[in-house]
């Protein structure tokens, strides 16, 4: 059975870092894109990050600069560092992994950023 728990959301004022993990188990997905994605209350769920297994990365244009997203293939594992968090950083976020069949997806974790 697939599953992808995040981990690493909390409180934290604007301005501040927070690193988020996510820990995939039940499958390899070491070939496969990951991604990390957000949903502020009242909003649609938005991509954030990114990663192909060649660790290329992508952002969205609001993070750019402050996040950066990883992998480490060996723990199965994503991360994303986020510094100089804003109060619009603040939300759910989610871990996703597309693959040819089926699209995972974590629990979430939340964030909130105080200003």
């Known amino acids: 059975q697939v599953q992808l728990v995040e981990s690493g959301g909390g409180l934290v004022q604007a301005g501040g870092s927070l690193r988020l993990s996510c820990a995939a188990s039940?499958?390899?997905?070491?070939?496969?894109?990951m991604g990390w994605y957000r949903q502020a209350p009242g909003k649609q769920r938005e991509w954030v990050a990114s990663?192909?297994?060649?660790?290329?990365?992508r952002y969205a244009d609001s993070v750019k600069g402050r996040f950066t997203i990883s992998r480490d293939n060996a723990k199965n594992t994503l991360y994303l560092q986020m510094n100089s968090l804003k109060p619009e950083d603040t939300g759910a976020y989610y871990c996703?992994?597309?693959?040819?069949?089926?699209?995972?997806w974590g629990q979430g974790t939340q964030v909130t950023v105080s200003s």
């Open positions: 996703n992994v597309a693959t040819a069949s089926d699209d995972y």
């Open positions: 039940g499958r390899d997905f070491s070939i496969n894109v």
């Open positions: 990663i192909n297994s060649l660790s290329r990365s």
